[in-house]
């Protein structure tokens, strides 16, 4: 079983930044892709990035340019660095981890940390 604990989600002005942290606990050693995903009010869930092992990174378009995804592999953690935050950022903001396969084992998801972005 592996268990994602989210930090770093607080409130915070248009164009200013953030650091959301993931880390990762339990059986970990299945886990190939880490990333992060934020269901806005109204909206559904989507992914904001990812990574894997291999440090391959993947960001959704609106994203792209502010944010960066991080991950420490001896660590288990994986970040998310957020800067020009806009309101439209706003949005409580997952952690997950799957392996590289679902015939390896299930996907994981933290519960999550609020990100409020102030126009």
């Known amino acids: 079983q592996v268990q994602l604990v989210e930090s770093g989600g607080g409130l915070v002005q248009a164009g200013g930044s953030l650091r959301l942290s993931c880390a990762s606990s339990g059986i970990v050693f299945s886990i190939n892709t880490m990333g992060w995903y934020r269901q806005g009010p109204g909206k559904q869930r989507e992914l904001v990035a990812s990574i894997t092992r291999g440090s391959n990174t993947n960001y959704a378009d609106p994203v792209k340019g502010r944010f960066t995804i991080s991950r420490d592999n001896a660590k288990s953690t994986v970040y998310l660095q957020m800067n020009s935050l806009k309101p439209e950022d706003t949005a409580v903001y997952y952690c997950?981890?799957?392996?590289?396969?679902?015939?390896?084992?299930?996907?994981?998801w933290g519960k999550g940390t609020l990100v409020t972005v102030s126009s």
């Open positions: 997950n981890a799957r392996p590289l396969s679902a015939s390896y084992g299930p996907t994981y």
